[in-house]
């Protein structure tokens, strides 16, 4: 049978590719082979009666491969009838605690549904004389329905399993069955909040994978569950830019750190975006747009004024972390920050104004009170980040021991190099 089945498929392809017609000899054959075909389809609908659906399978298999007999509905359904008796063995057995073979079971539920797909497609195709009469609609949807949680299940087993690619391809099936007829009309074939966790757990396959197109595959969908939407934003986003599609992505990040404002992802990857590209005068404008938006959160405010440090421009960077100290007095990037811009100007100011003619006692006197100025402005925002984050040296650190020097406090200096060594040894 094998050796008739190769014989028929070279002849068929020679014909197509000389594209002479069949000889007489050939059309007999094909009829023959088709015949006998159509026979094993049979015989595989009475093995399932008769309780071996596994043997069935084998059987209809050369059925289900030949163009003879592929685009016969029947042969199709039988196949269908064959996959569901494997799997209600394996549901038996798990429902009775007997050992059963999961990966079969799994993969068996998204097997059925390319049969089923496939079945219903050829069932509601016009016969001969351009009518269509489904004879076996009602079963095909049952089958469906049946068996559409079992994809998930599959989904669930696989990504525990860490099989990533087996996972997303029955995440990726239960949610397509989501506009298959006849399932789509069905209310809880919609549930949006099971959906929405098989479409973010598709996009995690895909995360897991490194395949990017998988993660977008059904990212949207996902974000339908409120609880997702912050992960799978960033996904999307992740994904974007890994793809080269960077219109998309500066899209989703602008829209990320709009919806999640704490999320440091979205407006750092924009920044550090717009610094590469050396346009300041995109980073002034999605700040401005981010204050707009939320003209209460700190974190806006603060971003204005990164926006501007990162522009070289500290004194007024200065302004707009005053800004969001005002906001939250707590905030302590913004603390951490004003106090290096207060450095920042103070060494700008040395370099720039300060005088190296000894004799001018006024200028010194004026040069060092402004300088001091500086330092002491700097001092409680370093203070209050010891208080806050004791335990982050590297947080306040090296800010306490330059406003010490500067300031000539020696006792605080020594205490502060003590407490810097202290942590570095530990470090090490």
Known sequence: MKKAILSLALVLSASLVSGQQLTKEQIKAQKKEQKALMLKA???????????????????????????????????????????????????????????????????????????????????????????????????????????????????????????????????????????????????????????????????????????????????????????????????????????????WLNTLKDGAKSFPNNAYFYQSLIAYYQEKNQPEQMTKFADEMIASNPENPLFFFVKGMVLQESNKPAEAVEWYKKTLEKDPNYESALANLGLCYTLLAQKYSQENASTNIKDKAKIKKDKEVLNGYFQQALPLYEKLRQLQPNKVNLWGTGLSNCYYNLNMADKLEEIEKVIQKAADAAE
Not at 72 to 93: M, P, S, T
Not at 161 to 179: G, H, L, R, V, W
């Open 42 to 248: 049979k015989e595989a609908d009475k093995a399932i009666t008769a309780g071996d659906p596994a043997g069935a399978l084998n059987t209809i298999q050369p059925a289900i491969n030949s163009p003879l007999t592929n685009k016969n509905a029947y042969v199709w359904y039988v196949a269908c009838k064959a996959k569901k008796g494997v799997i209600d063995a394996e549901n038996f057995k798990r429902s009775q605690g007997q050992a059963f073979n999961a990966d079969l079971l799994y993969n068996s539920s998204y097997d059925i549904f390319d049969y089923l797909i496939k079945c219903d497609e050829l069932d509601k195709a016009p016969n001969a004389k351009g009518k269509v009469a489904p004879k076996y609609s009602a079963e095909i949807m049952q089958m469906m329905y049946e068996n559409r949680n079992q994809l998930f299940n599959g989904g669930a087993y696989f990504y525990n399993a860490e099989k990533y690619n087996d996972a997303f391809k029955q995440f990726d099936m239960f949610i397509t069955t989501t506009t298959l007829e006849p399932l789509d009309t069905i209310p809880a074939v919609k549930d949006k909040e099971l959906n929405a966790n098989a479409a973010y757990y598709a996009s995690l396959c895909g995360m897991q994978t490194e395949n990017y197109a998988n993660v977008l595959k059904h990212i949207d969908r996902a974000m339908d569950e409120p609880s997702f939407k912050e992960n799978a934003t960033k996904y999307k986003a992740m994904s974007q830019v890994q793809l080269g599609d960077t219109a998309a």
